[in-house]
């Protein structure tokens, strides 16, 4: 099982990923650079898009369209989209503050799902 977070901030990467791990003995967990190129190349079991706003659209309709498959996770600060996430058929959809506990029932469900 593998995972991709995109995220900009260390804390929220070393946090998502050690969800990540510790719900899946075998999880390979990687991290885009975010370095203005986004590549789309592989397909990940679990998606978890950590950015706001448009930028987070664009990476969760990219995986949708690309890896209708993929178990996506999107977090953001702005409510207005979670139309958008029900609408495209993702995972789950959190807002921005969001509890510990919340993200981390997310993760150890769609674990369960895909596994």
């Known amino acids: 099982m593998d995972a991709i977070i995109y995220t900009r901030d260390d804390t929220e990467y070393d946090l998502i990923k050690e969800m990540l791990e510790k719900g899946s003995a075998h999880m390979d967990v990687y991290r885009h650079p975010l370095n203005g190129h986004k590549r789309y190349d592989n397909e990940y079991d679990i998606v978890i898009v950590a950015l706001n706003g448009a930028e987070g659209m664009e990476v969760m309709l990219e995986y949708v369209q690309r890896f209708p498959d993929t178990s996506i996770i999107w977090i953001t600060d702005d409510p207005f989209f ?16 969001y509890a ?3 993200l981390e029932q ?3 469900d769609v674990i369960v799902c895909i596994a």
């Open 82 to 97: 979670a139309g958008i996430a029900l609408r495209n058929h993702i995972y789950d959809f959190i807002e921005r503050p």
């Open 100 to 102: 510990k506990d919340r």
């Open 106 to 108: 997310s993760i150890r």
